[in-house]
């Protein structure tokens, strides 16, 4: 019924070439034009291959293969890049479901269940403020969007209307069935896979994640005058601070993640004993709990050292993020297609957020991983070779086909 | 034979008002109208006084009393300013000068030697890229200064030019005695002689100095999707390093100081695991030696980091400057002296640098410290009290007493 396939690859292909910058270089953000020349191209391609096509409100892509019963099993990923971007992210998922869904029809024919893919709008968050906002659309969980504004000025509803005006002129206006299940595969972004020599990771769930601000307080003075007993050094004290929490890291083990990635030191004068500062810290991990002792003991060792050095120590918490678990009975299922198809594989979390966290807040998820080479993502350098593209979408057939037909 | 005296604290408030900030900031760069005021008034002040004035061909001020046999006995200051300082860094060396020589002269006539005082013309480097310009005029020991410019692309032999005109219009011009004894008094600007509740500091000499730059290469990536044990964080490197260090600072003990001033963390975002860390090290000590103690056994510990964790460690020195060693005569004598008064006083090295480490590499010198609130220097909230900046005074003068009379 349908027509000849393009692979995985070619789609990746193309649509890398929908992008602000020469390649390698990918910068694709929601509603530029090169992001409805991705959409345009995408729902096309869905088009030619039999599925029925539809744009909904925000933008979202929907290409819906008809099952004979009630029910409706759900697919997708983003089709945005963050600046600068490689060719895998978002794109693998799309590409992956429509081939996954078009080998399916070719092989068995109408499924029971509908099928239907998301080629989510927006998730990197990487033009407006605010991410996730093509599946927050599908789960009406939206906030107020008005005023957003990009870097540059443009409003978020001005952009989206004339991006929709192009699209809408060519495909039809629909809206998504709520999903009651959903399937997303992802380059891992990680060298997790990579490095343990495995074809595919069972994603357990997304982690929690903690952001925190920390403000270290000391005394600027003379480098050469003020003996080491009377210096109340702010960077000091923030390295100790730093350091004792890496101990609480390795106290809990892995695969909790504690970064330090920002640094600003004042007044930063080579010689002159610092006299504040500040400090990013990053922790998550899939059991929120355990980011609880982490702030916990963060905090006790921070009133113990505050007493002794009389220097003072803010901490803003200003990201909390819960944490959400895949589905495990399609955990189980995906073990055994794996085991089936002779596939090394990982189960594991995710250390970062995917389409999947909003999905499961309405419906039961399963999310893919591939190997990602280096681990390198978010980057020209991202790759990912074709044969764990293909083993990938070989996993996410299988389990689509065991619940759509 | 002389007028009346002001007090010192008359002539640093009279000093302080020749700035190009509104009081209490004091700016008062080389060779700029508060600096070319400043010295007039300095001069007019000594003249008034009875002695000698000259202005030499750098802008130092040199007043003399002339002595009945042969020889010179020299005391001296800076009369210019960094941005933003206080009142009494450099001027309190003048005007204590001024008082001790004039009280000298008042209580017991014509000295056997000269007494000669220098009102250095620049010591701060504060406006041109070059410092101690003036003492090292003095001792012939000048780089190149024809290309030298300002901030603002003013040259320093024009703008030197303009100032002197205005001055030698005034003034004859002359040049100074060489000394062959050198004394300075200045306000410690570090906290010792306050929180040891000393009225005198005497210099043992002047720290030697190495800074350093040093670079951490690790690996940027994901702070959400690398596994701890997979990470090459620069940060982390750079502070096992800086903890390091401190544990070495230790052993060697006081007075060694070790600063980390200034910190950059490459990209600095708060979800990417640091790329790169650079930081400096600023370490002093008046026995050079142990800074090659310290700086072998950084190299061995970078050498050891840099096998286990596969990442680049580079260090490169950029400052390396010798110690001077104040004349040990000098120093017992400014002992029975501080106890002939009843004058408690510490031997102390200065941390920080002075031109009389300039006179050091010609003649033997003596630096003496007089306390400094909370050890605040180069800021408008410097503060010496009138009773402390008497004392040194008194000191000084018992010291030129012996060696004129």
Request: with cysteine; charged share 25%; aromatic share 8%.
């Amino acid at each position: 019924m349908m027509q000849t396939a393009q692979t995985i690859q070619d789609i990746i292909e193309k649509v890398a070439t929908f992008t602000n910058d020469d390649a390698p270089k990918i910068t694709r953000l929601v509603y530029q034009e090169s992001w409805v020349q991705a959409q345009d191209y995408l729902l096309t391609l869905g088009q030619s291959l039999g599925m029925n096509v539809a744009i909904d409100e925000m933008g979202n892509g929907i290409l819906t293969v008809k099952g004979t019963e009630e029910g409706v099993v759900t697919l997708g990923s983003h089709l945005d890049s963050v600046v600068d971007a490689g060719k895998y992210d978002g794109v693998y998922g799309i590409a992956a479901a429509i081939i996954a869904v078009k080998e399916l029809v070719d092989s068995y024919g109408t499924p029971k269940q509908d099928m239907q893919i998301f080629l989510f709008s927006e998730e990197e968050g990487s033009r407006f403020p605010m991410n996730f906002s093509g599946s927050r659309f599908i789960i009406d969980d939206l906030p107020e969007m008005e005023q957003l504004k990009d870097g540059d000025g443009a409003f978020f509803m001005a952009e989206r209307k004339k991006a929709l005006d192009v699209l809408k002129a060519k495909f039809p206006v629909g809206q998504a069935q709520q999903p009651i299940s959903f399937a997303e595969i992802h380059i891992e972004q990680g060298p997790v896979l990579e490095r343990k020599n495995k074809q595919i990771g069972l994603v357990t769930g997304i982690v929690a994640q903690k952001k925190f601000t920390v403000t270290v307080n000391g005394e600027a003075n003379h480098a050469g005058t003020t003996p080491m007993s009377m210096r109340k050094d702010a960077l000091k004290q923030a390295l100790q601070l730093i350091g004792y929490l890496e101990e609480v890291t390795q106290t809990i083990g892995e695969p909790f993640v504690y970064t330090v990635g920002e640094m600003k030191v004042s007044p930063n004068v080579t010689n002159v004993v610092p006299r504040q500062a500040v400090f990013s810290i990053d922790i998550r991990h899939l059991d929120a709990h355990q980011l609880d002792v982490f702030e916990e003991k963060m905090h006790a060792y921070i009133q113990k050292k505050e007493a002794q050095t009389g220097m003072t120590m803010s901490v803003e918490c200003w990201l909390n993020e819960p944490s959400e678990r895949m589905d495990t009975e399609f955990l189980t299922l995906l073990e055994t297609i794996c085991k089936e198809k002779k596939l090394t594989y990982e189960k594991m979390p995710s250390g970062a957020g995917h389409d999947t966290q909003i999905m499961n807040l309405v419906t039961r998820t399963a999310l893919l991983f591939v190997p990602s080479h280096n681990g390198i993502s978010h980057s020209p350098y991202e790759y990912t070779a074709s044969e764990d593209l293909e083993n990938g979408k070989e996993v996410l057939k299988e389990l689509i086909h065991r619940l759509a037909y």
